[in-house]
């Protein structure tokens, strides 16, 4: 399992001292080691380059790091199954990548161009993917002015790996060119050799290996790795594993002091394992290794490849750790196993073949990091001043649209509506009469007459359509009036067709200008205002009288607007009795709402 590297030649670099700042996280211990080692590289390349390693996260804000990093390590250990779900998403769903996006940018943009502009690198290099989405927004809006580098060292989740803002992206894989290059465009991707310390590059006796370490006498010598978090079935691999009767099983747990301690205690009496922490001897562990079973598929992978040492993926984390292992395993850099069974055949595998090919580093098939950091041209074109001021301008207009929206939409707004329509609910009068307005539908309307006028009561009868001619002469003749009534609108933009509907209305009642209408009962802004553009005064009542709110427990005064609202059945007419009795026992007289203002 070699990684293939495509042959090329290193570009020519840059003559002069170059100043380069990398920019990575403490989000697993793969994007600080390749930091790490990019900055051995440049160091020891031979020309005067002064390099600066700081948390890129940090420099965006102390708020931005906690989430990102903490937020992302508590998911693993707490509730694996929300990162993959938010992993799915940003990987399927592209709302969901711009407004994580948009979100990193908002706040770490501004931070992260201070900082680079105080520390005024030659060139900007990215090993975390995050800090790597906010370094593209400052280059391609002219924020910075410096060529932009990114490494990349997973096969998978490239969506946010590569960015049009990155004018080099150097990748481990060949299998990665095209996929970065669909994504940032042609001559983005640079295949280099593994970011990996150059301890793991150099030749390594077994034999001097295994007795460094004290495992002279060890037949079969297999390295369980969780990554630098010591994430996934550490403990079940390790189990598995003993059934080997010849092996050695080294764990290590990386900075999960949690884990530690639970797996030295649970093989405390087994001669056979040894538990570490996080440790500084990988190098000698993975030259001394038959096999490492490791979980994440992240640098580590790259490490043992590097020193010949097969790799088996068991126990696989959620999210893009999963993914990148399977896309490893389709590519044959590792072997797949998804059963404890699978992964004792694996791994037996893996030792024969250990010990038919002898352990040789990767060398100079692909150009080293250094050099492609060094020769980075400037290939990214920033975005037109136009074309920003324009999204800006959009981005403003589009805001502006829906607040607008949600302004003329809602229905919660009634004070600031009322600054702009007036609501009719009490009209001032002298006189001792209220008004009385019947809601009710246009077949209706004659029965509704017929017993106003035998209650002895005048009254605007409000309806949401004319009613036919025959009840039209029937109002004539009568002391009633009609007046149109506007309905709940449906819809988030149902209000829109206010104005038009209330003015065909009008018409068809043979109203004109400055009518009222019965507004529904909890109207949106945009229908206020609507109908009042329309001619329309709304009226609100100060009293709603119906089935749920019978006369008997409302008090009735003069200059009261009083909204009944009734059907053609006897028992729902029987309000208009109840009404003309209150009304008749308080002196008071029932009229149309147009006769009580005049």
Known sequence: ????????????????????????????????????????????????????????????????????????????????????????????????????????????????????????????????????????????????????????????????????????????????????????????????????????????????????????????????????????DLEGAVDELLSLADATVICVTGRNAEAHARLAERFARCDRVRVLGFTDRMPDLLAAADVLVHSTGGVTCLEAMARGCPVVSYGLPVGHAKLNTRRMAEHEFLLLADTPAELVEHVERGCATRAQRPATPIVGAAIDAASAVLAVSRRVRPIARWRLRMASIGAALTLAAGGGVWILSTDELDAFASVFVHQVGRVKTADPAVAVIVSTSSGDVRAVVHRLARDGLDASIATTTAPRHAALALLASSGDELIPQVVRSRGLLGWIHTGSSLRHEARALHLHHHFFYLEPRNPTFGQLLLGRTAGGMPVRGSVALGSRTPVSAARLTKGDTVVVTVGSSGRSLHELDRLARALHSDSLAGVPLSVLER
């Open 1 to 232: 399992m070699r990684l293939r590297r495509r042959h090329e030649t290193p570009r020519p670099r840059a003559h002069g001292a170059r100043r380069v700042l990398i920019l990575t996280a403490d989000v697993g211990e793969g994007h600080a080691a390749a930091a790490r080692a990019l900055k051995e590289q440049l160091e020891s390349c031979g020309e005067p380059v002064e390099v600066t390693v700081i948390d890129g996260l940090a420099a965006m804000g102390a708020t931005l790091r906690s989430v990102v990093s903490d937020g992302y390590r508590t998911q693993l250990r707490v509730a694996p199954r929300s990162y993959s779900i938010y992993y799915a998403a940003l990987e399927h769903l592209a709302p969901v990548r711009w407004l994580t996006k948009r979100v990193l940018c908002t706040l770490g943009a501004g931070a992260l161009r201070r900082e680079i502009e105080r520390r005024a690198p030659d060139v900007v290099v990215s090993t975390y993917p995050a800090i790597t989405v906010v370094l593209s927004h400052l280059r391609r809006r002219r924020m910075i002015d410096m060529p932009t580098v990114a490494t990349i060292t997973d096969m998978t989740g490239l969506f946010f790996w590569a960015q049009r803002g990155i004018d080099t992206h150097l990748v481990s894989y060949d299998a990665s060119v095209g996929d970065v290059e669909r994504i940032a465009g042609r001559g983005s991707a640079q295949v280099v050799q593994p970011l990996i310390a150059a301890e793991f590059l150099e030749p390594r006796d077994r034999g001097a290996a295994r007795a460094a370490l004290g495992l002279a006498l060890a037949r079969r010598v297999i390295v369980v790795s969780g990554g630098g978090w010591g994430v996934g």
